[in-house]
């Protein structure tokens, strides 16, 4: 079996099993009680809250803990325009966001906020100028993606980072589901950046856990109302192993991780150069300021769903751009953003690597590549 859909999820680190099972069976205690139960609970969370901080290079108190991605996005969309709305109501977010932005924001504007998407060019990079054009005085929020989930490029947050450097009363959030371990940490907790989303099961962590960093000062009006978890911003019984298991599913993911990437683009960089080759093959990712590890491309003529089956009949996992839409026969909102044509946007499909694949998977990956093109072929004839 030959795992290539590491963007929609990733295998849980066996580390990180240890710790959860680990925690899961010796500490019972709630982190909210008084007793000595609960303060041996409270001890680890402090722990594991303070080791993802360290990571990720901010004050233990910044880190708050989510269900995952999704939560994280729509906590930071709809807590930024509630807590800001006596000084605007105007959003911005770029045309290729995750659902979770998208949906949020189109929820956001059945309440009366003003929605605006900045677009994007032909490769899939937000266009920051255009970006520029459409803050407004009202602007409150600008929010955009680390990696794009669906073909890998890595977005300008530093040129949108200085954009908004003058403009303090404009909270930036980054979507950064897709960028842990991807690209360095430095490149998106910026320090203009206001607020970042992490979901742990993109990086070897367990799922139904996410991290939302909140930079201190910065106000968000809470989503879920109860017990006053988290200093009283999200209320709900911390899941203790996942977060243990999280704090050390980061740790591994970013130990060695400039060497895990520079593997992982060697791999990229076989499949995009014999793909390149096919005469029917149309290659939406690239390498140059792409994630080294998604690769999207199609086989004209044939939809994505069709080769996505193909491929599994060989026991190789791939997927149709975004698994949140692929169920859905969705075409891939991005390549819409980026004006390919709908014919051959609905040819997509996603390799997404990992530091635990290897050249032996991509070879025979190859191999059968090479097998179905050539029925494919025959067919289309």
Excluded at 87 to 97: A, F, K, L, P
Excluded at 172 to 187: C, R, S, T, Y
Excluded at 250 to 255: E, F, H, K, S
Aim: hydrophobic share 45%; with cysteine; net charge neutral.
């Amino acid at each position: 079996m030959i795992y290539f859909d590491n963007s929609a999820t990733t295998a849980m680190a066996p580390e990180a099993i240890k710790t959860y099972t680990d925690v899961a069976s010796r500490i019972m205690g709630n982190p909210s009680s008084l007793h000595n139960l609960g303060t041996v609970a409270t001890r680890l969370l402090d722990a594991s809250r303070r080791q993802i901080s360290e990571l990720l290079g901010v004050k233990a108190h910044e880190v708050f803990f989510t269900s995952g991605g999704t939560e994280g996005d729509n906590w930071v969309l709809k807590g930024v325009a509630f807590e800001k709305r006596p000084y605007g109501n105007h959003i911005i977010v770029s045309n290729v966001e995750h659902p979770a932005i998208k949906n949020a924001a189109e929820w956001l504007a059945t309440q009366g906020f003003e929605i605006d998407y900045a677009p994007v060019d032909d490769k899939g990079f937000v266009r920051t100028d255009k970006l520029a054009a459409l803050i407004r005085e009202d602007t409150i929020l600008v929010s955009v993606m680390a990696v794009n989930n669906e073909v890998g490029a890595i977005q300008p947050l530093g040129e949108i980072a200085a954009l908004l450097e003058d403009k303090p009363t404009i909270s930036f959030h980054v979507d950064a589901v897709q960028g842990l371990g991807k690209i360095a940490v430095e490149d998106f907790m910026l320090p203009r950046v206001d607020f970042v989303t992490l979901s742990a099961h993109k990086f070897h962590g367990p799922r139904g856990v996410g991290i939302l960093v909140i930079k201190a000062g910065k106000r968000l009006t809470p989503l879920l109302h109860g017990g006053g978890q988290e200093n009283n911003r999200r209320s709900t019984t911390e899941n203790l192993p996942a977060i243990a298991a999280t704090a050390k599913a980061m740790r591994l993911a970013l130990t060695d991780d400039a060497m895990k990437r520079q593997k992982v683009a060697g791999m990229k960089q076989v499949i995009y150069d014999a793909l390149k080759a096919y005469p029917k093959v149309v290659l939406f990712s690239e390498m140059e300021n792409f994630a080294p590890n998604i690769l999207t491309f199609g086989i004209r003529g044939v939809r994505g769903e069709v080769v996505v089956h193909a491929f599994e009949n060989h026991e190789i996992y791939i997927s149709t751009t975004s698994a949140c839409a692929s169920k859905k026969n969705a075409t891939a909102g991005t390549l819409v953003a980026m004006n390919v044509p709908n014919k051959i946007a609905t040819s997509a499909v996603r390799i997404s690597l990992d530091h635990t694949n290897n050249m032996a998977e991509v070879e025979q990956f190859l191999t059968v590549f090479k097998q179905l093109y050539t029925e494919f072929d025959k067919i289309a004839r």
